[in-house]
């Protein structure tokens, strides 16, 4: 059996927060215990003509009270992966998924990760490969960990699930596309195509950005897992003001991350700032947005 993903960093992450006194030790039990996290995944076509792109949508239903991680600067959380594996030896290419802007969650101890509650669909492409011809039958089995923490513990999850294509001459969407259109909607949008956004960025410095908003709403940056470290995240990362000003570790060119908007009990919007990115594998780049457009 294939070794999971997160068994080598799983340790480290339950001595850190236990050391912090921030999470209790995963309770121990003859029984596994039950399942945080219902993971379902779908095609977007039913059938997919060779060389075609669809999409694949994972929708995870997480119990109260409970939070998965995103692809985002996290102190302690993993965030999803999922390793693929096709029929008759094809090799789709797999681009990275995409996720919607998450939630920033901080516990005691100076502790901050970026997370999604009760529901969360991310979307991710797939290249069918010329390989398969018309009339065969693509079977995608994939596994899928992730892992759920609450106040007081975290556990690995994980899933085998398996996705067939019927390849065809042409492509066919699936009764499922309501749900690709729910999750490209709860995506945020690229900075820089917003000309309305009330929301801007901008350098002041080589390696200061300045992110402006109305004030009394709360405005947060949550810089990617790929993006140069933020100084001091947990207190320049969210405020009230108006205004966050970001000292970034490393290449400003590489500055990347969700800028959200809070008003009320609400969201009132998200934008990417820099290359959109996300998940396990590598992103696909065609969302990178002009270096240009955001220092102006």
């Given at each position: 059996m294939r070794r999971p993903w997160w068994l080598s960093r799983l340790s480290a992450v339950i001595c850190f927060l236990s050391a912090t006194g921030a999470l209790a030790p995963i309770?121990?039990?003859?029984?596994?215990?039950?399942?945080?996290?219902?993971l379902f995944v779908t095609a977007s076509h039913s059938h997919a003509?060779?060389?075609?792109?669809?999409?694949l949508a994972y929708e995870f239903s997480i119990d109260d009270g409970w939070h998965t991680y995103a692809p985002a600067q996290n102190d302690t959380g993993l965030s999803a992966r999922a390793d693929w594996t096709a029929s008759a030896g094809h090799q789709p290419a797999f681009s990275g998924f995409r996720w919607p802007a998450a939630e920033r969650y901080t516990q005691p101890g100076d502790i901050l990760d970026h997370?999604?509650?009760?529901?969360?669909?991310?979307?991710?492409?797939?290249?069918?490969?010329?390989?398969?011809k018309p009339?065969?039958?693509?079977?995608?089995?994939?596994e899928i960990e992730w892992l759920v923490c609450d106040n007081e513990q975290c556990l690995p999850e994980w899933q085998t699930v398996e996705v067939a294509v019927q390849i065809a001459e042409e492509s066919t969407p699936s009764s499922q596309a309501g749900v690709f259109d729910a999750a490209r909607d709860a995506?945020?949008?690229?900075?820089?195509?917003?000309?309305?956004a009330p929301v801007s960025a901008r350098w002041v410095a080589r390696n200061t950005l300045?992110?402006?908003?109305?004030?009394?709403?709360v405005l947060s940056f949550i810089p990617f897992d790929s993006s140069p470290r933020v100084?001091?995240?947990?207190?320049?990362?969210?405020?009230e003001s108006g205004t966050l000003r970001l000292v970034f570790e490393g290449d400003p060119n590489e500055a990347a991350g969700w800028i959200t908007l809070r008003?009320?009990?609400?969201?009132?919007?998200?934008?990417?700032?820099?290359?959109?990115?996300?998940?396990?594998?590598?992103?696909?780049?065609?969302?990178?947005?002009?270096?240009?457009?955001?220092?102006?």
């Amino acid at each position: 059996m294939r070794r999971p993903w997160w068994l080598s960093r799983l340790s480290a992450v339950i001595c850190f927060l236990s050391a912090t006194g921030a999470l209790a030790p995963i309770a121990q039990s003859q029984s596994a215990p039950p399942k945080r996290v219902n993971l379902f995944v779908t095609a977007s076509h039913s059938h997919a003509a060779p060389g075609s792109t669809i999409e694949l949508a994972y929708e995870f239903s997480i119990d109260d009270g409970w939070h998965t991680y995103a692809p985002a600067q996290n102190d302690t959380g993993l965030s999803a992966r999922a390793d693929w594996t096709a029929s008759a030896g094809h090799q789709p290419a797999f681009s990275g998924f995409r996720w919607p802007a998450a939630e920033r969650y901080t516990q005691p101890g100076d502790i901050l990760d970026h997370v999604y509650e009760h529901h969360v669909v991310a979307l991710q492409a797939i290249t069918v490969p010329t390989t398969v011809k018309p009339g065969e039958m693509l079977t995608l089995t994939g596994e899928i960990e992730w892992l759920v923490c609450d106040n007081e513990q975290c556990l690995p999850e994980w899933q085998t699930v398996e996705v067939a294509v019927q390849i065809a001459e042409e492509s066919t969407p699936s009764s499922q596309a309501g749900v690709f259109d729910a999750a490209r909607d709860a995506f945020a949008v690229p900075l820089h195509d917003d000309d309305s956004a009330p929301v801007s960025a901008r350098w002041v410095a080589r390696n200061t950005l300045e992110i402006s908003g109305p004030e009394g709403a709360v405005l947060s940056f949550i810089p990617f897992d790929s993006s140069p470290r933020v100084q001091d995240l947990l207190t320049t990362g969210s405020s009230e003001s108006g205004t966050l000003r970001l000292v970034f570790e490393g290449d400003p060119n590489e500055a990347a991350g969700w800028i959200t908007l809070r008003d009320g009990d609400g969201p009132t919007g998200s934008w990417v700032f820099g290359s959109e990115v996300g998940g396990s594998a590598e992103a696909d780049s065609t969302d990178e947005p002009s270096r240009q457009s955001e220092r102006e």
